[in-house]
């Protein structure tokens, strides 16, 4: 097999914010590009996130909502999600992952494939 040498270009710039009442802001962006003929994905994926969470009772209840989206394609996922951490040793976590867009992009290729999650951690 025959390969082409690519150069790659990895970008990102992050904000984290710990906002009044509890609440915490997440921001990113992130810029993949790679150069040279044959490639399987786009050339480039920008990909955002942004991610607010607000904790409740002690920090013991936290619910979030999170998106990721690939502004190259226009797909993206919709993450709500509660977490429950029971006990210095069990957290309980639920949530829904909702996908957009067309088949053949970074994320909207698993598009119809949307879940709803139950995660269960024991830590000691």
Known sequence: P?????ERL??????DWDLPD??????QLGVDSISGEGAVRPDTDVITTLRLQKSF???TLRASAEILSNLADGDG?????L????NDALRLETGVDLIWGDVDGLIG??????RVWL????AR
């Not at 025959?2 to 690519?6: I, L, M, Y």
């Not at 290729?109 to 949307?114: E, L, P, R, T, V």
């Not at 995660?119 to 024991?122: G, L």
């Open 77 to 81: 996922t919709f993450r709500p999600g």
């Open 57 to 59: 009772a002690n920090a």
């Open 83 to 86: 977490t429950w951490q029971v």
């Open 10 to 15: 990895l970008a990102g710039v992050g904000l």
């Open 22 to 27: 509890s609440v915490f802001l997440n921001l």
């Open 119 to 122: 995660r269960a951690t024991w």
């Open 2 to 6: 025959v390969t082409e040498a690519r």
């Open 109 to 114: 290729q698993f598009n119809g494939a949307d």
